[in-house]
T-cell receptor, first 117, second 119 residues
Framework: QQQVKQSPQSLIVQKGGISIINCAYE??????FPWYQQFPGKGPALLIA?????SEKKEGRFTISFNKSAKQFSLHIMDSQPGDSATYFC????????????????FGKGTKLSVIP | DADVTQTPRNRITKTGKRIMLECSQT?????MYWYRQDPGLGLRLIYY???????NKGEISDGYSVSRQAQAKFSLSLESAIPNQTALYFC??????????????????FGPGTRLTVL
């Protein structure tokens, strides 16, 4: 059973446009929601993360929107640039100890973003 | 120098061979993880270790084993490799949560990956 569903699988955006990637989760024990960015040939790297006590977090051109009641969160990339072209993974984990499985990150399947000039 | 290193970076082997992938870190983190990445399937957790004496199975541990030789070293073994274990393998580390506060403390730092092909 996939616990974090990510969409779309791929996304093509014009330079300067807004890229939006959505994720939905099922496990109500999740209380930490990071996004990882992966460039070809590299390992994933943390981009931005949010806890459920806030509905939005912004870092530069990257914003996470979080809807706790709907169990959904999304990544918005404003003014998308060709250098943003990468694969993006949403993830979720319980940061509070809750037995087996605690602290493990569950990843979505990834979104390949291509920003064209 | 990279904080998380993996060796080898690429490996081609044959069905039935024993393979070991190694991971070393200089970040001083207690927690280490092994993931595999397959196209369209994202990252799936194979094993994780919260300290040298603590090893736990992840989502897809069948066919794999691990060894935590020291705080800084965590190796993944395929005792008898099979073609469907062809994938990208990533090692990751993270800090011990209860020693710090804030979401950044759960950041996982990934190595560059090992591309394994089993023929």
């Amino acid at each position: 059973q996939q616990q974090v569903k990510q969409s779309p699988q791929s996304l093509i955006v014009q330079k300067g446009g807004i890229s939006i990637i959505n994720c939905a989760y099922e496990n109500t024990a999740f209380d930490y929601f990071p996004w990882y960015q992966q460039f070809p040939g590299k390992g994933p790297a943390l981009l931005i993360a949010i806890r459920p006590d806030v509905s939005e977090k912004k870092e530069g051109r990257f914003t996470i929107s979080f809807n706790k009641s709907a169990k959904q969160f999304s990544l918005h990339i404003m003014d998308s640039q060709p250098g943003d072209s990468a694969t993006y993974f949403c993830a979720a984990s319980p940061l509070t100890y809750s037995g087996a499985g605690s602290y493990q990150l569950t990843f979505g399947k990834g979104t390949k973003l291509s920003v064209i000039p | 120098d990279a904080d998380v290193t993996q060796t080898p970076r690429n490996r081609i082997t044959k069905t039935g061979k024993r393979i070991m992938l190694e991971c070393s870190q200089t970040k001083g983190h207690d927690r280490m993880y092994w993931y595999r990445q397959d196209p369209g399937l994202g990252l799936r957790l194979i094993y994780y270790s919260f300290d040298v004496k603590d090893i736990n199975k992840g989502e897809i541990s069948d066919g794999y084993s691990v060894s935590r030789q020291a705080q800084a070293k965590f190796s993944l073994s395929l005792e008898s490799a099979i073609p469907n274990q062809t994938a990208l393998y990533f090692c990751a580390t993270s800090d011990t949560y209860w020693q710090r506060e804030g979401e950044s403390t759960d950041t996982q730092y990934f190595g560059p990956g090992t591309r394994l092909t089993v023929l």
